[in-house]
């Protein structure tokens, strides 16, 4: 169950995407399969080489993008790998504090 993100901050993510832009999208997120897990981030682009070749450097398979019907295909990062990548790439998610 996703809660606690805003429309505004959704739309972006998915601009950015449709730009072919890498985009990461964080937010609170429970299920019963990840105990311990408190949040998600998406990390999505609309070019899937690009979306998987990024994926490659931190170990993330082609196979676990997720491709929906709505069109913005993301790997889910939960975790230590979370937290990890999002380092990598110079985000500060404040919301990972709160873990």
């Not at 019907?69 to 230590?80: A, I, R, S, T, V």
């Amino acid at each position: 169950m996703a809660f606690g993100i805003k429309r505004r901050d959704i739309e972006n993510w998915k601009r950015k995407i449709d730009r072919g832009e890498i985009a990461f999208l964080t937010h609170y997120w429970l299920d019963d399969r990840f105990p311990g897990c408190k949040t998600v981030t998406k990390a999505g682009c609309s070019d899937l080489d690009k979306l998987a070749e990024w994926g490659a450097k931190y170990g993330l398979q082609r196979e676990w993008i997720h491709i929906r019907k709505d069109g913005y295909p993301h790997f889910d990062l939960l975790g230590e790998r979370q937290a990890a990548i999002l380092q990598a790439e110079g985000i500060h998610e404040p919301l990972l504090n709160k873990n």
